[in-house]
């Protein structure tokens, strides 16, 4: 009876043990083919059954902050993130797996728009890479937080730096990692190029993106989306509306996958298309519903922009003005104060000459591209339907 006793013991034993790795590992792969909401849950019970380890606590309140971070609930994710920057400041020799908390602190840092303290831990991280990886995470969260400052020449060097070393042949196959830092390189540098109003090159950069997306076995969905969606965009803006058409089907026949952030900046996209085809009505429920989606200042003015356009084009200077005025208040990127501020001179010029006729998007959103593709342009999308 002693023995089956001690027997049971063990084997409970031996059950609690094995019982955070086996979640930790489940949790990775709901991680890796991004679903997310999956990930955490099991990441909860991870760091629930993880408190006899002081390493493995530490390694579940990291997955926890990440995943937090992925479905942009910040604030439940700040106490994760502390504790696993604090165990990471005191471990000696550190573990691999905690190589990623300072780029997780940084990101926590730019959410809580505390610029000045993500800088400096941007610098340190730099300064104090010890391979490869690490400064490929370390340069792609640095350009994230220059992007943020509205730096953007400091984002697209370091960016360069990615996007050089990811298109260098056989580099992917000695550089662990380097396919996804290299894919979110090629996305980010696509927004810096769209916010300086270089709709070529970032336009070329999403597709090049969304191609290196695509061919990954589990296929990451929203990541591809997001790519066509800014494809879809800089086409609009562009006034290709035909090549824009294409993607629009297909982004609409996996809408229903995405959720946060990534459905957020899809449906902008379909916003922006129907604001300069002149479906007004449309544009303005798209915006509408991505503003309930995701509240990032940037995203947010993005969609007051939408909409400020929409009340434009149907003469409510009163309402356009008000939607304008919340983007300037707003701390977001330059880009769309500048949008605002040319609707606000806009409205002023009429109604100093008495008028009240309504201000069309192509007067503001892209002007010089409102005729047409320009002449030493090279177009692309001849075989458009090919590219799916």
């Known amino acids: 009876?002693?023995?089956?006793?001690?027997?049971?013991?063990?084997?409970?034993?031996?059950?609690?043990?094995?019982?955070?790795?086996?979640?930790?590992?489940l949790a990775y792969k709901q991680l890796y083919t991004g679903q997310f909401q999956k990930a955490l849950n099991l990441a909860r019970r991870f760091y629930?059954?993880?408190?006899?380890?002081?390493?493995?606590?530490?390694?579940?309140?990291?997955?926890?902050?990440?995943?937090?971070h992925y479905l942009y609930m910040f604030d439940c994710a700040a106490p994760y993130v502390d504790e696993s920057y604090a165990y990471y400041e005191r471990a000696n020799p550190k573990p691999p797996f905690i190589s990623e908390a300072p780029a997780v602190k940084i990101m926590q840092l730019l959410y809580e728009r505390r610029y000045e303290e993500a800088i400096s831990l941007v610098e340190q991280g730099i300064k104090s890479c010890q391979n490869v990886q690490e400064e490929l995470t370390m340069l792609a969260v640095a350009s994230q937080v220059y992007f943020a400052v509205g730096n953007l020449a400091k984002a697209e060097e370091l960016l360069d730096?990615?996007?050089?070393?990811?298109?260098?042949?056989?580099?992917?196959?000695?550089?662990?990692?380097?396919?996804?830092?290299?894919?979110?390189?090629?996305m980010m540098k696509s927004l810096c190029r769209y916010f300086q109003n270089d709709l070529k090159q970032s336009t070329e950069l999403a597709q090049e993106a969304w191609e290196k997306l695509r061919?990954?076995?589990?296929?990451?969905?929203?990541?591809?989306?997001?790519a066509k969606a800014q494809a879809l965009r800089c086409w609009t803006c562009r006034r290709r509306f035909d090549v824009a058409q294409v993607y629009e089907r297909e982004i609409g026949k996996k809408l229903s996958l995405l959720e946060g952030s990534y459905r957020s900046f899809v449906l902008r996209a379909l916003a922006?298309?129907?604001?300069?085809?002149?479906?007004?009505?449309?544009?303005?429920?798209?915006?509408?519903?991505?503003?309930?989606l995701n509240l990032d200042p940037d995203d947010y003015a993005d969609a007051l922009i939408i909409q400020a356009g929409a009340f434009a084009a149907r003469a409510n200077y009163a309402r356009t003005a008000s939607l304008?005025?919340?983007?300037?208040?707003?701390?977001?990127?330059?880009?769309?104060?500048?949008?605002?501020?040319?609707?606000?001179?806009?409205?002023?010029?009429?109604?100093?000459?008495?008028?009240?006729?309504?201000?069309l998007p192509d007067i503001w959103c892209f002007p010089e591209w409102a005729s047409g593709e320009r002449t030493d342009d090279v177009d692309v999308s001849d075989n458009a339907e090919d590219l799916f």
Do not use: W
């Open 324 to 359: 304008c005025h919340q983007i300037l208040d707003l701390q977001t990127n330059a880009f769309y104060k500048e949008q605002a501020e040319k609707l606000l001179r806009l409205i002023a010029e009429a109604e100093m000459e008495g008028r009240s006729d309504p201000i």
């Open 1 to 25: 009876m002693g023995l089956l006793l001690l027997q049971l013991l063990l084997a409970a034993v031996m059950a609690m043990v094995s019982l955070p790795f086996l979640l930790r590992r």
């Open 272 to 292: 922006l298309k129907a604001l300069l085809q002149g479906d007004f009505d449309r544009a303005r429920s798209l915006a509408e519903h991505s503003i309930v």
């Open 215 to 226: 061919v990954e076995v589990p296929r990451p969905e929203p990541a591809i989306l997001r």
């Open 48 to 68: 629930a059954v993880s408190s006899f380890s002081t390493k493995l606590r530490a390694e579940a309140a990291l997955m926890m902050a990440k995943i937090y």
């Open 161 to 186: 730096k990615i996007i050089r070393l990811g298109r260098t042949p056989l580099a992917s196959l000695l550089v662990v990692g380097l396919e996804s830092v290299y894919r979110y390189a090629l």
